[in-house]
């Protein structure tokens, strides 16, 4: 029986990422069995309850588990970054997709920081009760290589997957000057660099809107959009949205705008070409990974942004080009190879 461990995934990308895996394991109906966090209860009621199990997503409870499921598991899955907190004799595959365990931007408050470091030296006192390290992109395997195992790549696998977008659902119809960002919130997610560019960029040409996609409990980001909505500026928060919403939000948008200053893989940027938008993107190596952008920006400076913006709604970009492919049904055969 084959075990996936994901309780330490309850949000944003990889979240996303969760659900799809596991409907991929349940189509193809793996034996099995789910170790989620008790926060995503809902999202996965529809799992045989014999197959599945919810936990606080703590150190204690997940030893707990493993201690009294050790020999029960050939094969093991742990979709969040750390390897089990004992060294087990079943094969053990840690899906690393965390930047943040690799490195901590310098935007982050004192406390983010000092969360972020011991995560970094839990990581490091538990790696070795992993057998192969699976990554999404050759910079997160070249990074996790330098910082964790003395620059050996050997036991480091590069398999990215996403879902795709649910293009049945949509009705095509895109918005000229339309620009969108798709991204949970955060110091690193620079949401307020590229408020503060759009709305400059608008106050020259009077043209575009903006639409994000930041929680409704990030209260001073939602303040900030609302100031600033409040003044005339065509920004629309749509908070948390579905896969169809999405879908038809990328269907929509001209452009996705992508200043984030750290991402282990981007997954906005591979949707939005999907979903037909330019991509017009930090000129960060994270990128490059990803796709071949239309156009690319300086994150660090609002300026940047702001010509950036100006630019693509006055000339004719060339349109983004995807650099990765969805390699599920490789993570599938790996699992199920080790059975």
Known sequence: MILLDAVYINNSGGLVLLKYLISITQEKKLDIFYLLDSRTKDYFNNIDQKR???????????L?????????FHSILCFGNVPPPLRLKAKVFVYFHQ??????????????????????LYLSFYKNNCDKWLVQS?????????KYLNKKLDNICILPFYPPLNIDTVKPSRIKDSFIYVSNSGPHKNHENLIHAFCE???????????????????VLNNLINEKVGLGYPILNAGFINREQLSQLYFSS?????????????LGLAEAIDGGCKVIVADLPY??????PSLTFNPYTKESIKIAIIKAMNEILTDSEKTISNDIDGLILLLSDNI
Do not use: W
Request: aromatic share 14%; proline share 3%; net charge positive.
């Open 52 to 62: 599945i199990s919810f936990i606080k997503n703590s150190h204690s409870e997940r």
């Open 64 to 72: 707990r588990f493993y201690s009294n499921n050790k020999d029960k």
């Open 99 to 120: 930047k943040l365990f690799l490195e901590i931007p310098s935007e982050f408050s004192l406390k983010e920081k000092l969360i972020y470091k011991i995560k970094q």
């Open 138 to 146: 050759q910079l997160m395997q070249k990074q996790f290589a330098e």
């Open 201 to 219: 960029a608008y106050d020259i040409t009077k043209l575009g809107s903006l639409t994000l996609t930041v929680p409704k409990n990030d209260f």
């Open 254 to 266: 001209e452009y996705l705008i992508f200043p984030s200053l750290s991402e282990s893989f981007g």
């Open 287 to 292: 990128a490059y990974q990803v796709c071949r």
